[in-house]
C-alpha cells in the first residue's frame, strides 16, 4: 500500500510538471491531434518517394491548409484570383489557355505549367529560376501581370482574417507569415501526384491489354531513334528536367532560361516537360502557342527551326500521317 | 496504470517540438561602432518627391532609393583586416544609423565592403527571415521572387523626359541592379579610432547624382539588370566613386 502510494505521487508529480510545461508552450497538443502527425503521401507506386523539406514534413494540418490557400483569391491584390485560377484541377492543374489571366485582365508571360508530381521537380518554373516549391509560391503572387500582390500585405490580410491563423497555429505552431504561407502551399502542392495510367498498367502490369494497338505502335516510335522522344522525356514524369531549344522560333521574344544564366546558350531553351497527363494540359509550349498534340507532333515532325541554340535531336522526322496518329495517341495513354 | 501515466507524460513532453529552427535572427549585440550613412543630392540629403536637376537641367524626383550594403571591413592602421559583426544592411535614407557591432581598440584607416550580397545569399530562401530583417521579403520588395535573387540596388523616381526637359517629372525611371556578376567591393579611405570603451561613429555619404551622371535621364528610363545588363553595369560601375567620407 506505501508502495503504490509512492508510485501514485511520482505519477502525479509528472504529470503536474508536464502539464505546466505545456501551459507555457505555444506547440500545445500537438501528440493529441491526429491532424499534426507527418503522413506518407500517396504516391505512384513505381515512383520513388520524392524528397521533402524537413521543415514542411506533410501533416494533415498543413495540406488542408495549403489547398484552403491554394484556392483563396485572397492571395492576389484585388482578391480575384487564386493559384486555383490558374492550376485549375479538371486540367491537371494548368488552365486551357496559351498565357494565363492575371488581375484586371493582364495576360502573364507564360502558359501554366500542370502542377501534377511538381513534387519531383529539382527546381521550379520553365527557366528553372527558383530552387524549391516553397520559394515558388512568392513568384506568382508578387508578378504584376499575375497576382500582383505584396506577400507582407497578404500577409497582413491572413492575419486579420477570422479563421486563419488558427489554421496556422495549428498547421505549424505560428501564425500566418511569410514562412508558414510558403511552407503551407508547398505542402499541399507536393500531394498533387499522378496516378496510374493505361500505360502504367501496360509497362509494370504486364497487360498488353491496356495500350491499343495504336498506342503500341506510337510507343516504340517514342522510344526508339526515329521519335527520339525519350532521350528528353525519359525517366517516370517523362522528363529529364534539363532546359532545351526545340527551334521553334528563329528569335524568341522570351529567351527563357537565359533570363536566368545571362549566357546566350541558354537563350530560347525552357525546361523540358512532363509528359504525365499531357492530354489534359492543353495548349502546349512555353507560350502555348500549339492548340494540340497533332500541332506539337507535326513541330517535332518538321525538325523545328533553324536556332543556332537547337538541341541536335531535332531533325525532320518524315513520320507517315499513320504514325503522328500513333504517336498522339501513345501520348494521351500516358 | 501509472506506467500509462508516465508514458503519455513523457509523449506529451516530447511532442512540444522546437520551434523558430528554421528562423534565423540576427544577432542584437550592443554596438560600438556605427556607420553614418547619408544619401545627397548635391550635398543636400535626399529627399523623396522633391525636384532636381540634372547637369543639363533636365527635372527629376526620387520616390525609392535603397541597396544591400554587406561584408563590411574595417581596416586596421597596420593593414590587417578586421571583420565587423554585421553581416548584412539594407540602406534607407530614411535610416541614417547603421550598427556595425563590436570592433577592437584603435586606430583604423579605412573600411571595405561591397554593394550587394554574396552569392550564397543572393541566392538563399528569403521566406526564412523574420519581418525586420533587412533580408527579408521587404515592402516594397527588393527581391526578384522570379530568379531567386535580391535587388542589390533599387532606384526609383520621375523625370520629364522632353526635349527641354523642365516641366514637371511625370514620366517613372527604375534602375534595378543585381545578380551576382552586379556586386561591386568598395574601399572607402575613412579614419576613425576605437577607444577601450566609448564607442565611435564612421559619417559616409552616398551622392545620387554623382551615380545618376553616368544616365541620360531623357531615354534611358529602366532596367532589370537582366533587360538591360549595360546600363546596369553602368550604374554598378559608379558606386565606388558616389561613396565618400561624410566630411
Given at each position: ?26 506547440h500545445t ?10 503522413i ?26 495549403g ?60 527557366d ?53 504561407l ?33 498506342e ?42 537565359a ?48 536556332h ?13 500521317p ?13 | ?52 536637376r540634372t547637369?543639363?537641367?533636365r ?5 525609392d ?87 542589390f ?16 517629372p ?6 534595378h ?10 574601399e ?41 545588363l549595360?546600363?546596369a553595369?553602368?550604374i ?12
Open positions: 500500500m506505501k508502495r503504490l502510494d509512492r508510485h501514485i505521487w511520482i505519477a502525479l508529480s509528472a504529470t503536474m510538471a508536464a502539464l505546466i510545461f505545456l501551459l507555457t508552450c505555444q497538443w500537438t501528440i493529441v491531434d491526429p491532424g499534426n502527425w507527418v506518407k503521401l500517396k504516391t505512384h507506386p513505381k515512383f520513388p518517394y520524392p524528397p521533402i523539406p524537413a521543415d514542411n514534413l506533410p501533416t494533415a494540418n498543413r495540406i488542408a491548409l489547398k484552403k490557400l491554394f484556392f483563396d483569391p485572397i492571395l492576389s491584390r484585388d482578391s480575384t484570383i487564386s493559384c486555383g485560377t490558374c492550376h485549375n484541377e479538371s486540367k491537371a492543374f494548368s488552365d486551357g489557355l496559351p498565357k494565363s489571366k492575371g488581375i484586371a485582365g493582364q495576360t502573364a508571360l507564360r502558359n501554366a505549367p500542370s502542377l501534377i508530381n511538381c513534387a519531383y521537380l529539382p527546381n521550379t518554373m520553365r528553372g529560376g527558383v530552387p524549391t516549391l516553397e520559394q515558388q509560391v512568392l513568384a506568382p503572387i508578387s508578378n504584376p501581370l499575375e497576382m500582383g500582390a505584396d506577400v507582407n500585405n497578404v500577409v497582413a490580410r491572413l492575419v486579420a482574417h477570422p479563421e486563419y491563423p488558427a489554421l496556422f497555429r495549428h498547421a505549424y505552431g505560428k501564425p500566418p507569415s511569410v514562412y508558414t510558403t511552407r503551407a502551399i508547398a505542402c499541399y502542392e507536393r500531394t498533387l501526384l499522378g496516378t496510374y495510367s493505361r500505360y502504367d498498367r501496360y509497362l509494370y502490369d504486364h497487360d498488353a491489354s491496356a495500350l491499343t494497338p495504336s503500341r505502335r506510337g510507343l516504340l516510335l517514342f522510344f526508339g531513334e526515329r521519335g527520339e522522344c525519350f532521350h528528353c522525356h525519359g525517366e517516370y514524369t517523362f522528363t529529364d528536367n534539363s532546359f532545351k531549344n526545340i527551334g521553334l522560333y528563329l528569335n524568341y521574344p522570351d529567351s527563357g532560361r533570363r536566368i544564366t545571362l549566357k546566350a546558350e541558354d537563350v530560347g531553351k525552357f525546361r523540358v516537360p512532363s509528359l504525365r497527363n499531357v492530354a489534359r494540359t492543353a495548349p502546349y509550349m512555353h507560350d502555348g502557342s500549339l492548340p494540340t498534340l497533332e500541332a506539337v507532333i507535326e513541330h517535332y515532325n518538321s525538325g523545328g527551326k533553324a543556332s541554340n537547337k538541341s541536335g535531336l531535332l531533325k525532320p522526322m518524315h513520320l507517315t499513320e504514325e503522328k496518329l500513333d504517336l498522339v495517341a501513345f501520348l494521351k495513354s500516358l | 496504470m501509472i506506467g500509462f501515466v508516465i508514458i503519455v507524460t513523457a509523449l506529451l513532453i516530447f511532442s512540444c517540438d522546437n520551434r523558430n529552427q528554421n528562423s534565423p535572427k540576427l544577432s542584437a549585440d550592443k554596438s560600438t561602432v556605427r556607420l553614418i550613412i547619408r544619401a545627397t543630392i548635391a550635398d543636400k540629403d535626399l529627399v523623396y518627391g522633391s525636384v532636381y547637369s543639363t537641367s527635372a527629376f524626383t526620387i520616390t532609393f535603397r541597396y544591400y550594403l554587406s561584408k563590411v571591413v574595417a581596416i586596421r592602421e597596420d593593414g590587417s583586416p578586421v571583420p565587423a559583426r554585421c553581416s548584412v544592411l539594407l540602406v534607407d535614407p530614411g535610416c541614417r544609423n547603421y550598427d556595425l557591432g563590436y570592433l577592437p581598440a584603435g586606430s583604423y584607416k579605412g573600411l571595405r565592403f561591397i554593394v550587394g550580397l554574396d552569392s550564397a545569399v543572393n541566392h538563399g530562401d528569403p521566406t526564412v527571415f523574420e519581418a525586420g530583417n533587412p533580408l527579408a521579403i521587404q515592402t516594397p520588395s527588393m527581391h526578384w521572387d522570379w530568379n531567386s535573387g535580391y535587388l540596388m533599387k532606384i526609383e523616381g520621375k523625370v520629364d523626359t522632353t526635349r527641354r526637359g523642365s516641366a514637371a511625370t514620366t517613372e525611371f527604375f534602375y541592379i543585381g545578380m551576382d556578376r552586379m556586386k561591386r567591393a568598395i572607402l579611405p575613412v579614419k576613425f579610432s576605437v577607444g577601450k570603451s566609448s564607442g565611435t561613429t564612421i559619417p559616409i555619404k552616398f551622392d545620387v547624382a554623382a551615380m545618376l551622371g553616368c544616365v541620360d535621364l531623357q531615354s534611358e528610363i529602366s532596367t532589370h539588370s537582366f533587360d538591360n549595360p546600363l553595369t553602368r554598378a560601375d559608379r558606386w565606388q566613386s558616389s561613396f565618400s567620407v561624410d566630411q
